[in-house]
């Protein structure tokens, strides 16, 4: 049973194979015809618009909206519980969905204190 | 190691091209064609109409008609065929190549761009103009060098896009182009496309940390922001489709339109759908991270040669996968109106080269008729994709958060709500008043 589930995705896998078979080919071929003279220090330096870069590449960078990546965290969880309950649903009988609209209202509040949390400037 | 170019000269230059084809001609007769006998020699071969196909076989069906229909009806179900021509690959990559023609030409019409409405209208005729800039741009692709920048990571950087491309072709593998024609039909692909498409952004900022640069790492946390900003309107604008049709396996989603399409009923969410699957493209109002106007060209600054041209590739192959992906869950996937014959040709015992021609046994009228309106609709949604770039601005990134996390989210529960109405108003759903019996 567990092999038969795992057997449902192995086109998955093939089609990603196929993808590397196609892809890898492209890039040698590339690098087979395409020239590679004239060594220059300059050329493979990284862009920064025509200036000589300065510092590194990889710095800190302020990454600012940090509390949405917090609230996706919670969120897109949710979301994904959803769906079992969504596919279910005909199954189910009617008073199912009562609990589910309260686990709704539950996470409906936590977005929006959140969200007004979010808006909040002055605490980021 | 600084050599200055040499001239340029013609006799060399064939020299080098007759010295090459010497070298392929040499590798196949020595290696390749030994190398295929060998490996055949191991191989089961399948039997086709009774005989065993070999070689000799495989090769005499382009003269004979009678052998040809059988080996061909043998070949398209294998599962190979399946991955990489029809709804897999080379299916995906040529509707890919097509929508970055249309993507010209629709765009020079609209803003006026003089290229592709007039290069080759001498060559090809009026309508085809910018066919050749096709072919130009691929060629270039192809023969310019690939310069990975000092100090980056290479083996991420020469694996990203390769990934990219892989990732994207998992996806086409998951959509239902004709009945019984999906590559892997799994109960829960919904479930799975959205996961694929989790893969993208963190492809971007893997390539934009390992490219060692400023402009791709901005360019690549921007891409995650996206991703925060839109991938729960992404998910909850396909839920109220989960719930009217029961299933998350993508085949019996589009058999439960049999009768309606959902866009009738879902249309808040098949917008919010469209707008989230055009920032998961990363197209124009949404197209933050390779703002080519900001941020040099974003998280594909360092990229040359044929690492954009794969990146390329994916990017199409994956907005043809969205608009699919569209199709199959508003638009009600391959139904239409029956408009292909149920047989081609006359009727009745042919001749062996008219059976050739009309596809005897292969050809099947419901196919053919599901695969046309498939492809239309697609072509629909590619255009309107298209559309939505020729006509707009870029969004603030702020403007794009605000977007995703206050308004479509809110805009998807609603739908969600009023498809919960409609079932428990007894409307849709088992017993349901349009529901078919």
Known sequence: MAGETAAQFSPIIYMLGFGLLVSIPALVISRLISPRRRYNPVKFLPMECGQVPSGEGRTHFMMQYYAYILMFVVFDVMAIFLYVWGVSLFSLPRSATLPIIGFLAIMFAAMGYSLYLAGRKGIW | ?437
């Open chain 2, 1 to 437: 190691m600084t050599t200055p170019i040499e001239d340029f000269r013609f006799g060399p230059f064939v020299a080098s091209v007759v010295w090459l084809l010497f070298w392929v001609l040499i590798i196949v007769t020595v290696i390749v064609l030994p190398l295929i006998f060998v490996i055949l020699f191991y191989v089961p071969l399948p039997l086709v109409n009774g005989e065993v196909l070999t070689p000799y076989l495989f090769l005499s069906m382009m003269i004979d008609p009678t052998r040809t229909l059988p080996i061909l009806n043998f070949l398209i179900y294998t599962e190979f065929f399946r991955v990489a021509v029809f709804p897999g690959f080379m299916y995906a990559a040529l509707i890919a190549a097509a929508t970055i023609f249309i993507e010209r030409k629709f765009l020079a019409r609209m803003q006026l761009r003089v290229g592709p409405s007039h290069a080759g209208r001498e060559a090809l005729g009026t309508g085809f103009e910018g066919l050749f800039q096709l072919v130009a741009d691929g060629l270039k692709l192809v023969s310019k060098e690939i310069i990975i920048p000092a100090g980056a990571d290479k083996p991420i950087f020469w694996a990203a896009p390769i990934a990219f491309v892989a990732a994207a072709a998992a996806v086409v593998c998951l959509i239902p182009v004709a009945p019984g024609w999906v590559v892997s039909n799994i109960d829960v692909g919904l479930i799975v496309a959205f996961a694929i498409f989790g893969f993208f952004p963190l492809i971007e900022v893997l390539f934009s940390w390992a490219s060692n640069s400023k402009y791709p790492f901005i360019g690549g946390l921007r891409a995650l922001h996206q991703l925060i900003a839109f991938e729960i309107p992404f998910i909850l604008s396909a839920l109220s489709v989960v719930i009217l049709s029961g299933s998350l396996n993508l085949t019996e989603i589009t058999y439960a339109q049999s009768s309606y399409w959902f866009i009738l009923f879902l249309p808040i969410s098949a917008f919010v759908f469209f707008m989230s699957s055009l920032a998961e493209l990363e197209r124009i109002p949404f197209d933050l991270p390779e703002a080519e106007s900001e941020i040099v060209a974003g998280w594909l600054t360092e990229t040359s040669g044929m690492i954009y041209g794969l990146i390329q590739l994916g990017t199409y192959v994956k907005l043809y996968a969205l608009a699919a992906l569209f199709v199959v869950l508003f638009l009600g996937g391959w139904m239409g109106p029956q408009i292909f014959p149920d047989q081609l040709g006359p009727p009745g015992e042919k001749p062996p080269l008219l059976q050739l021609l009309t596809l005897d046994g292969l050809y099947h009228g419901p196919t053919a008729n599901a695969i046309f309106w498939f492809t239309a609709k697609t072509f629909l949604m590619i255009h309107l994709m298209l559309l939505i770039r020729g006509i707009n601005p870029r969004i603030r990134i702020d403007i794009l958060l605000h977007t995703g996390w206050y308004k479509l989210i809110v805009l998807s529960f609603i739908n969600m709500f009023i498809a919960l109405a409609l079932i428990y108003g007894g409307v849709l759903g088992p017993g349901g008043l349009l529901t078919p019996n």
